[in-house]
Nanobody, 127 residues
């Protein structure tokens, strides 16, 4: 069993920054991928970023690749999503997901279908 807890969302002006955190707890450690997807108002879910902590490999959605960074803190079992130069279109609920027992991260587009997920944290970017 894997439990994920997100935090760090909030309301900011366009151009601002936020750092989202995803704390991971699990009954049986495993090689896994950790990712973020977002659900915006009247929009389909979008995979945003993913990281495979065992190897440090990561991927980012092209529209955020020059503004967002995904990183890990193994000592804290936490994955961070640093979001800079935020835009109104970045608004939405950001959900952390885990994909265990895989050799690498799946496509970002599949993150919203994953079983293990947190409750989400809301990000609102005002223009």
């Amino acid at each position: 069993q894997i439990h994920l807890a997100e935090s760090g969302g909030g309301s900011v002006q366009a151009g601002g920054s936020l750092r989202l955190s995803c704390v991971i707890s699990e009954s049986e450690p495993s090689n896994k991928c950790i990712g973020w997807f977002r659900q915006g108002p009247a929009k389909e879910s979008e995979g945003v970023a993913a990281i495979y902590p065992s190897y440090g490999t990561r991927s980012l959605r092209p529209s955020v690749a020059d503004r967002f960074t995904i990183s890990q803190d193994d000592a804290k079992n936490t994955i961070y999503l640093q979001m800079n130069n935020l835009k109104p279109e970045d608004s939405g609920v950001y959900v952390c997901v885990a994909v265990p027992w895989v050799p690498g991260c799946p496509a970002l587009a599949s993150l919203s279908t994953q079983r293990y997920r947190g409750q989400g944290t809301r990000v609102t970017v005002a223009s």
